[in-house]
């Protein structure tokens, strides 16, 4: 799988300079940088399974979108893909359990677009947040996603993590990881083994 440092995402920013209002909107590419896309897989299983229900943000309402098996699927237009639409005809040759089991709790596992939604869901929350934490220049704590978790700001799904659970240093040591991998005395390192960790509780 390739390897993306660096996200572009297509942000709509308002243009409020007067108080009367906007006067438009300026589409900007933002340059985000984040975890490992290659290490995501772990990740991103933790947020389908603790935050991806139908219920929380397993929502199209939600701007902390996660898609995954358990929860919202990504909109695939399976006719449109049997009569050539070459978008939809791709999202469809993701699905190698079946049309009939791509809904929440079917058998298709999470597709490759729905793991690059929810990592564009995560890095693009807060981009520039993100790009200080993944540069060590903040703290995990000063995203949103994670303060929420640890419920040290309102959070109507809870508390999901304490600081240092497995769930939360699988989340937190992804963000703060330096690219390319660290030297065994550089500072903490991803383990997926903190992910899995958290999978296997119920």
């Known amino acids: 799988m390739k390897r993306l440092p660096l996200v572009a995402l297509a942000l709509a920013l308002p243009s409020c300079g007067l108080p009367a209002g906007c006067s438009g909107f300026d589409d900007t590419q933002i340059a985000v940088s984040c975890g490992d896309f290659d290490a995501f897989g772990n990740v991103s299983a933790v947020f389908e399974k603790r935050c991806g229900t139908i219920d929380c943000h397993g929502s199209m309402a939600r701007p902390l979108r996660i898609y995954g098996r358990q929860g919202l699927r990504k909109p695939i237009d399976f006719n449109a893909a049997k009569t050539g639409d070459p978008i939809q005809a791709k999202l469809a040759a993701e699905v190698d359990a079946g049309a009939d089991q791509y809904y929440p709790g079917g058998d298709q596992a ?83 083994a903190d992910c899995n960790v958290e999978l296997s509780h119920n």
Request: proline fraction near 10%.
């Open 110 to 192: 999470t597709t490759p677009s729905e793991l690059f939604e929810n990592y564009r869901a995560v890095c693009g929350l807060e981009p520039e947040l993100t790009t200080l934490v993944s540069q060590g220049r903040e703290q995990p704590e000063v995203l949103t996603v994670i303060r929420k978790m640890r419920l040290n700001e309102k959070h109507k799904g809870g508390k999901i993590f304490s600081k240092g659970d497995p769930g939360d240093k699988c989340i937190t040591v992804w963000l703060t990881t330096p690219k390319p991998a660290p030297t065994a005395d550089a500072g903490a390192k991803f383990d997926p």
